[in-house]
Each structure stands twice: as structure tokens, then as C-alpha cells.
Nanobody, 124 residues
């Protein structure tokens, strides 16, 4: 079992930055791919960043590419999402998720553990 706890959400102005953190309880952290998803009201949950087990492979959809950066510190069992140049359309609940596999997963079904989510609100 893996327990994930997100932090760092809040309110930001358009053009501003926020950094989300996800602390994992897993003793073997560092063997699995991790992802950040978001869900806005009335919309499907979408993958916004993913990173493989050792951090040398990442994925971003076009909507956040060049603005968001995912990273991980396997010693601290933590994954980060640096969000720059925020836009009002980035407003959503952001979820950290962990796989049981080392390579990046593209869909929700590939992620086995989820955090409780943290709200990010971007004002215009």
C-alpha cells in the first residue's frame, strides 16, 4: 500500500507560479513511475505530467508543456510539480498518483495509488 499526500496548492494570479509536492509513504519509492493529474469542475481528469522511476523520462501534454515541470527526489520519497506562467484554465484539483510499474503510464487506469488532491485556483 502507498499513501500519497499532496501539498502546495492554493490561489495564484495569472502569470504566477506554484509548486506542488507529493510525499509518498512507500518504502521502495524510486521503483515506480509517478504522475500528476488534474480535474476541473465538469471535466474529465487529465494527466498533466508524468515521470519514470529514475527521473530520466518525463511527459507533458501540449496544454502545459513549457510551463510545468515534474521532478522527483527518491531519497525524500517526494515528487514535485513546478507550475509557471499559470493560466485561469489551470484551475482544478490536482492529484498525485503512483504506478506499480517503472515506466510512464498514459491513462488513469495505469495508476494504482492516488492522493486526496489539492486545489489550485488561478485568478485572471
Amino acid at each position: 500500500q502507498v499513501h500519497l499526500v499532496e501539498s502546495g496548492g492554493g490561489l495564484a494570479q495569472a502569470g504566477g507560479s506554484l509548486r506542488l509536492s507529493c510525499a509518498a509513504s512507500r518504502r521502495t519509492f524510486g521503483t515506480e513511475a509517478m504522475g500528476w493529474f488534474r480535474q476541473a469542475p465538469g471535466k474529465k481528469r487529465e494527466l498533466v505530467a508524468a515521470i519514470n522511476w529514475n527521473g530520466d523520462s518525463t511527459f507533458y501534454p501540449d496544454s502545459v508543456k513549457g510551463r510545468f515541470t515534474i521532478s522527483r527526489d527518491n531519497v525524500k520519497s517526494t515528487v514535485y510539480l513546478q507550475m509557471n506562467r499559470l493560466k485561469p484554465e489551470d484551475t482544478a484539483v490536482y492529484y498525485c498518483a503512483a504506478e506499480n510499474a517503472p515506466t510512464i503510464g498514459w491513462t488513469e487506469d495505469e495508476y494504482d495509488y492516488w492522493g486526496q488532491g489539492t486545489q489550485v485556483t488561478v485568478s485572471s
